[in-house]
Protein backbone atom coordinates (compact mmCIF):
# COMPACT_ATOMS: atom_id res chain seq x y z
CA UNK A 1 0.00 0.00 0.00
CA UNK A 2 1.45 3.04 -0.89
CA UNK A 3 2.08 6.36 1.55
CA UNK A 4 -0.82 8.82 1.69
CA UNK A 5 0.21 11.93 1.14
CA UNK A 6 -0.54 14.73 4.13
CA UNK A 7 -2.00 17.62 4.17
CA UNK A 8 0.13 20.55 5.79
CA UNK A 9 -1.24 23.43 7.72
CA UNK A 10 0.36 26.51 7.19
CA UNK A 11 0.63 29.67 9.10
CA UNK A 12 -0.09 32.53 7.03
CA UNK A 13 -0.27 36.18 8.55
CA UNK A 14 -2.72 39.05 7.04
CA UNK A 15 -1.23 39.59 3.84
CA UNK A 16 -1.07 43.00 1.49
CA UNK A 17 -3.87 42.77 -1.14
CA UNK A 18 -4.69 39.40 -0.98
CA UNK A 19 -7.69 38.97 1.29
CA UNK A 20 -7.89 35.99 3.78
CA UNK A 21 -11.01 35.05 1.95
CA UNK A 22 -8.91 34.11 -1.56
CA UNK A 23 -6.44 32.15 1.20
CA UNK A 24 -9.01 30.10 3.06
CA UNK A 25 -10.55 29.30 -0.88
CA UNK A 26 -7.80 28.79 -2.47
CA UNK A 27 -6.66 26.96 0.73
CA UNK A 28 -9.23 24.01 -0.04
CA UNK A 29 -7.93 24.14 -3.71
CA UNK A 30 -5.26 22.94 -2.58
CA UNK A 31 -6.76 20.50 0.03
CA UNK A 32 -8.47 18.92 -2.85
CA UNK A 33 -5.14 18.08 -4.93
CA UNK A 34 -3.75 16.16 -1.76
CA UNK A 35 -7.18 14.37 -1.91
CA UNK A 36 -6.74 13.74 -5.30
CA UNK A 37 -3.56 12.62 -5.25
CA UNK A 38 -4.27 10.50 -2.37
CA UNK A 39 -7.22 8.43 -4.24
CA UNK A 40 -5.54 8.52 -7.40
CA UNK A 41 -2.44 6.38 -5.29
CA UNK A 42 -5.19 3.70 -4.43
CA UNK A 43 -6.07 3.26 -7.78
CA UNK A 44 -5.86 -0.11 -9.65
CA UNK A 45 -5.62 1.55 -12.94
CA UNK A 46 -2.50 4.01 -13.19
CA UNK A 47 -4.11 7.60 -13.54
CA UNK A 48 -2.33 9.71 -16.42
CA UNK A 49 -3.87 12.84 -14.55
CA UNK A 50 -1.48 11.84 -11.35
CA UNK A 51 1.45 14.69 -12.56
CA UNK A 52 -1.24 17.45 -12.16
CA UNK A 53 -2.41 16.16 -8.55
CA UNK A 54 1.08 15.47 -7.71
CA UNK A 55 2.01 19.08 -8.38
CA UNK A 56 -0.73 20.49 -8.13
CA UNK A 57 -0.33 19.64 -4.43
CA UNK A 58 3.90 20.33 -3.84
CA UNK A 59 3.68 23.65 -5.87
CA UNK A 60 1.05 24.90 -3.35
CA UNK A 61 3.15 23.95 -0.67
CA UNK A 62 5.57 26.25 -1.65
CA UNK A 63 3.59 28.74 -2.37
CA UNK A 64 1.77 28.97 0.95
CA UNK A 65 4.80 28.33 2.94
CA UNK A 66 6.27 31.55 1.27
CA UNK A 67 4.28 33.40 3.42
CA UNK A 68 5.15 32.22 6.70
CA UNK A 69 6.46 34.32 9.29
CA UNK A 70 6.13 37.01 7.52
CA UNK A 71 7.37 39.70 4.68
CA UNK A 72 10.87 40.13 5.57
CA UNK A 73 12.85 41.81 2.08
CA UNK A 74 15.33 40.88 -0.61
CA UNK A 75 18.54 42.23 0.63
CA UNK A 76 21.54 42.87 -1.88
CA UNK A 77 23.64 40.31 0.30
CA UNK A 78 20.90 38.06 -0.06
CA UNK A 79 22.74 34.56 -1.55
CA UNK A 80 19.84 34.43 -4.37
CA UNK A 81 21.02 37.55 -6.13
CA UNK A 82 24.69 36.43 -5.89
CA UNK A 83 23.75 33.46 -7.93
CA UNK A 84 21.90 35.50 -10.43
CA UNK A 85 18.67 35.44 -9.79
CA UNK A 86 16.48 38.55 -11.85
CA UNK A 87 13.76 39.64 -9.85
CA UNK A 88 12.35 41.75 -12.65
CA UNK A 89 13.04 39.06 -15.41
CA UNK A 90 10.97 36.87 -13.08
CA UNK A 91 7.77 39.19 -12.78
CA UNK A 92 8.02 39.27 -16.26
CA UNK A 93 7.93 35.72 -16.62
CA UNK A 94 4.90 35.38 -14.13
CA UNK A 95 2.83 37.97 -16.92
CA UNK A 96 3.26 35.01 -19.61
CA UNK A 97 -0.20 34.73 -20.41
CA UNK A 98 -2.58 31.28 -19.12
CA UNK A 99 -2.81 29.80 -16.17
CA UNK A 100 0.49 28.23 -14.70
CA UNK A 101 3.50 28.87 -12.23
CA UNK A 102 6.18 31.11 -12.68
CA UNK A 103 9.29 29.05 -10.57
CA UNK A 104 12.64 29.44 -10.01
CA UNK A 105 14.14 25.74 -9.18
CA UNK A 106 17.62 25.16 -8.65
CA UNK A 107 19.32 22.57 -11.36
CA UNK A 108 21.53 20.05 -9.14
CA UNK A 109 23.15 19.24 -12.57
CA UNK A 110 24.41 22.16 -13.92
CA UNK A 111 24.56 23.79 -10.67
CA UNK A 112 22.64 27.05 -11.17
CA UNK A 113 19.29 28.65 -10.82
CA UNK A 114 16.62 28.46 -13.77
CA UNK A 115 13.50 30.44 -14.02
CA UNK A 116 10.69 28.48 -15.52
CA UNK A 117 7.20 28.50 -16.80
CA UNK A 118 4.89 26.09 -15.67
CA UNK A 119 1.66 25.31 -17.75
CA UNK A 120 -1.92 24.19 -15.26
CA UNK A 121 0.09 22.19 -12.92
CA UNK A 122 2.52 20.03 -14.40
CA UNK A 123 3.43 21.15 -18.05
CA UNK A 124 7.21 21.98 -18.12
CA UNK A 125 8.07 20.93 -14.31
CA UNK A 126 11.87 20.26 -15.06
CA UNK A 127 12.74 17.20 -14.60
CA UNK A 128 15.65 16.65 -11.30
CA UNK A 129 15.10 20.33 -10.62
CA UNK A 130 14.36 21.56 -7.41
CA UNK A 131 11.77 24.40 -6.71
CA UNK A 132 12.91 27.44 -5.03
CA UNK A 133 10.65 29.95 -5.67
CA UNK A 134 6.83 29.61 -7.10
CA UNK A 135 4.18 32.03 -7.59
CA UNK A 136 0.51 31.13 -8.21
CA UNK A 137 -0.45 32.57 -11.63
CA UNK A 138 -3.92 30.56 -11.67
CA UNK A 139 -6.63 33.81 -11.75
CA UNK A 140 -8.09 32.11 -8.44
CA UNK A 141 -5.20 33.33 -6.68
CA UNK A 142 -5.64 36.55 -7.37
CA UNK A 143 -9.13 37.88 -9.26
CA UNK A 144 -11.50 37.94 -6.42
CA UNK A 145 -8.99 40.47 -4.83
CA UNK A 146 -7.32 42.19 -8.24
CA UNK A 147 -9.65 41.84 -11.30
CA UNK A 148 -8.70 40.14 -14.55
CA UNK A 149 -6.86 43.56 -14.97
CA UNK A 150 -4.96 43.83 -11.44
CA UNK A 151 -2.89 41.03 -12.36
CA UNK A 152 0.60 43.58 -12.39
CA UNK A 153 -0.08 44.32 -9.05
CA UNK A 154 -1.29 40.67 -7.58
CA UNK A 155 2.78 39.64 -8.49
CA UNK A 156 3.96 42.81 -6.32
CA UNK A 157 2.00 42.17 -3.32
CA UNK A 158 3.09 38.69 -3.82
CA UNK A 159 6.84 39.93 -3.56
CA UNK A 160 5.87 42.63 -0.90
CA UNK A 161 4.29 39.67 1.56
CA UNK A 162 6.98 37.15 0.55
CA UNK A 163 9.40 36.05 3.31
CA UNK A 164 12.63 35.97 1.23
CA UNK A 165 14.73 34.12 4.55
CA UNK A 166 12.07 31.20 3.59
CA UNK A 167 13.10 31.37 -0.01
CA UNK A 168 16.84 31.67 1.03
CA UNK A 169 16.29 28.97 2.96
CA UNK A 170 14.73 26.44 0.14
CA UNK A 171 17.93 27.67 -2.16
CA UNK A 172 20.38 26.34 1.06
CA UNK A 173 18.96 23.11 1.18
CA UNK A 174 18.44 22.68 -2.00
CA UNK A 175 22.08 23.23 -2.67
CA UNK A 176 23.37 20.94 -0.06
CA UNK A 177 21.51 17.68 -1.82
FE1 LIG B 1 -3.66 27.83 -6.80
Redesign the pocket.
Known amino acids: MAKQFEEKKFNIPKLKGISEKTIEE?LK??AGYVKNANTMLEEKEYNRRFSFEFNGMRN?EI?FSHFEGGSTPLTTGSPLLQAGFDLEKFKTLALTRGVGWAMLVWDPVSKQLLNNWVDEQHLGQLNSCIPILAL?M?E??FVADYQPSGKKQYIEDFFANLNWRQVEENFSNATQK
Open positions: HLYHYDWHS
